[in-house]
């Protein structure tokens, strides 16, 4: 026979945590068994339900955890304590918006931090960490829908219900950085070949960011509202910056803007020492005039590293998707500055 009072201590303990317990907390608490405590709480589930209470008890992961019934969380919501901490909340955001995730993605949003937020929300019950290779991938629960109220814990039901008016952007991974350093609710995917997960996606997202020119093959699957971002230079990326949260009615382009100043007043200052170049492609003149460079039809020879044209100057082109896009733009002025002569130099 079930003694009542580890049952019931079972049942206070559930109360009074406000989270997910394992199985193995339980166990130390009440004084049973492991099997015993998953009866225990069994049993305890089931009279809950059979009379029909606001509150239920649910086996989530490893444990259990007393809750407020779906059908009702919505409507006490907003008496429910802010038990969870606000950088707690944020990473757990990240998760919610983009699941599934890697960890090892995660810690390049939120840094180290997130690994023990990662632990401290595992252990509430509203993550799920699988090891996936070398890091885990990391996706939301069923108590964490249970938790906000959310009727599915199905990923695109969560997105749109955290979201509520606020714009979902997909972006190329090219343009990834950029999402991060605006701080957009975004979904990195592929516009132009997209396979059975970007189409997904795509039916999930609000705005779509992609580079010039691809409009007319992304139409064939995307008829959403797009924006063409250049980013060939400095001054192009804030502007597109500036668009892109615009459209997205969110976002913070200040930092951004702020930062791309600066360096555009560094780099033109070290434009006025160097020699006059050639640009032997339309992308190298939109970089070289960015900086004020000199441009003759005598000066030094640049081109993209990826066009096979003789010249002095090899502008890098093929960079790593997953480099951030301000570092991209200042390798390739960086290129041009260093490798143009000075004024008295070579033609």
């Known amino acids: 026979m079930m003694d009542s009072s580890a049952k019931a201590v079972i049942e206070a303990a559930l109360f009074a945590a406000g989270r997910m317990l394992t199985s193995r907390e339980l166990a130390e608490i009440s004084g049973l068994s492991l099997q015993m405590v998953e009866q225990a709480a069994g049993d305890l589930a089931q009279e809950y339900a059979s009379r029909n209470a606001g509150i239920e008890i649910r086996s989530i992961g490893e444990g259990y955890s007393m809750q407020v019934r779906p059908l009702l969380a919505r409507r006490v919501l ?190 033109r200052k070290r434009a006025k020492r160097a020699g006059a170049i050639k640009p032997l492609t339309p992308m190298i003149e939109d970089i070289a005039r960015d900086l004020r460079l000199e441009v003759q039809e005598e000066g030094v020879r640049a081109a993209p590293s990826s066009a096979q044209m003789e010249a002095e100057i090899q502008v890098p082109v093929h960079q790593p998707y997953d480099m951030d896009i301000v570092e991209r733009i200042v390798e390739r002025c960086e290129k041009l500055l260093a490798d143009t002569a000075p004024a008295t130099g070579r033609h």
Request: charged share 25%.
């Open 78 to 267: 907003s008496f429910a304590p802010r038990e969870i901490e606000a950088p707690l909340i944020r990473t757990l955001a990240i998760i919610a918006y983009k699941q599934p995730i890697k960890q090892s993605e995660l810690v390049q949003v939120r840094g180290n931090k997130s690994y023990e937020h990662v632990r401290e929300l595992e252990k509430r019950g509203l993550i799920n960490a699988v090891k996936h290779s070398r890091t885990k991938l990391l996706t939301t629960t069923p108590g964490f829908a249970d938790y906000f109220g959310i009727a599915s814990s199905n990923p695109q039901t969560v997105r749109k219900a955290l979201l509520q008016n606020r714009k979902l952007v997909g972006v190329s991974p090219m343009y990834r950085s950029l999402a991060v350093r605006l701080g957009l609710d975004h979904l990195v995917l592929n516009p132009y070949n997209p396979g059975e997960e970007d189409l997904s996606r795509l039916q999930e997202i609000d705005l779509l960011v992609i580079a010039p020119g691809y409009l007319k093959r992304v139409r064939e699957n995307y008829s959403g509202d797009v924006i063409e971002a250049k980013v060939r230079t400095l001054s192009q990326l804030k502007e597109s910056a500036e668009l892109i949260v615009q459209a997205a009615g969110a976002g913070d382009v200040e930092p951004l803007a702020a930062e791309v100043d600066r360096l555009l007043k560094k780099l």
